[in-house]
C-alpha cells in the first residue's frame, strides 16, 4: 500500500534545495528528496519532549518508513525466523548504504549531520530513542 501524506513545507522547514521539482502542463508539484524527509520527521520528533504522544506518533511513523522504504519489508516486525527468510542481513546492509550515500553527498544540514546515525543506528536495531535530541 502506498499514500501520500500531504502538510505544509513550513511543518518541516524545508529549503528549497531539499525539494524537487515535478512540473506538468496543469501544476507544479514539490516533493521532499528522501533525505530531507528523513530530516523533516527527526526534526519533528526533536520538538516534542519524550513520552508525549504527538513524539510517540512519530517515532512510530519513522520506524514504519524506514521499514518499508529503507529496508523493503511489507509489515514492520521481522522476527528471528522471517530474518533469514527474507534476506534482511542484505536488505540492512544496502540501507546502510543508501544512509552513507546521503552523508557522502552531504544532503545533511551541517547542524543535522547527526541524523545520519540515527537512522544508521535504526536499520541496524540498536537506537535507542529515549536519547533523541
Not at 501544476?27 to 504527538?54: K, M, N, Q
Not at 545520519?116 to 541496524?124: G, Q
Amino acid at each position: 500500500m502506498q499514500c501520500i501524506h500531504l502538510f505544509p513545507a513550513s511543518f518541516a522547514s524545508f529549503q528549497p534545495e531539499e525539494l524537487l521539482c515535478h512540473q506538468t502542463p496543469t501544476f507544479t508539484l514539490y516533493t521532499a528528496r528522501a533525505s530531507a524527509f528523513y530530516a523533516a520527521l527527526l526534526r519533528l520528533i526533536s520538538r516534542y519532549p519524550t513520552g508525549r504522544r504527538e513524539r510517540c506518533d512519530l517515532l512510530a511513523q519513522l520506524e514504519m518508513l524506514v521499514n518499508y522504504d529503507l529496508l523493503h519489508t511489507e509489515k514492520g516486525y521481522v522476527d528471528d525466523a522471517e530474518w533469514e527468510e527474507l534476506g534482511m542481513d542484505a536488505n540492512v546492509e544496502a540501507a546502510v548504504s543508501v544512509i552513507r550515500g546521503w552523508t557522502s553527498k552531504q544532503e545533511w544540514r551541517t547542524e543535522e549531520a547527526w541524523m545520519s546515525d540515527v537512522l544508521l543506528e535504526m536499520v541496524r536495531g540498536t537506537l535507542d530513542t529515549q536519547y533523541l535530541p
